[in-house]
Nanobody, 116 residues
Framework: EVQLVESGGGLVQAGGSLRLSCAASGFIFEYYVIAWFRQAPGKEREGVSC????????SYANSVKGRFTISRDNAKNTVFLQMNSLKPEDTAVYYC?????????WGQGTQVTVSS
């Protein structure tokens, strides 16, 4: 059974930092692209960042480029999202995502709240 468990969210002041973790199980982790999404109240879920399975190539939404860094530890089946210079508009529930055999799996999400 595929499982994704996010952690590391919390309340932080603008300009602060948080590090999110996504612990995965139930599939061969190193074979798959892992992504982070977020959903703010009243808004659609949006892609934040993703990291490939092989060479660790990364991509970012324009809104977070230069402030967020995604990384993975294949030995620990974990993906991280380092978030620096946080802004109030980064406030959202952050979700980890993987597509395994054409099915999208999601974690339960972790709340990030940035106060101004």
């Amino acid at each position: 059974e595929v499982q994704l468990v996010e952690s590391g969210g919390g309340l932080v002041q603008a300009g602060g930092s948080l590090r999110l973790s996504c612990a995965a199980s139930g599939f061969i982790f190193e074979y798959y692209v892992i992504a982070w999404f977020r959903q703010a109240p009243g808004k659609e879920r949006e892609g934040v960042s993703c990291i490939t399975r092989s060479d660790g190539t990364t991509s970012y939404a324009n809104s977070v480029k230069g402030r967020f860094t995604i990384s993975r530890d294949n030995a620990k089946n974990t993906v991280f999202l380092q978030m620096n210079s946080l802004k109030p508009e980064d406030t959202a529930v952050y979700y980890c995502n993987v597509n395994v055999r054409y099915y999208n799996y999601w974690g339960q999400g972790t709340q990030v709240t940035v106060s101004s």
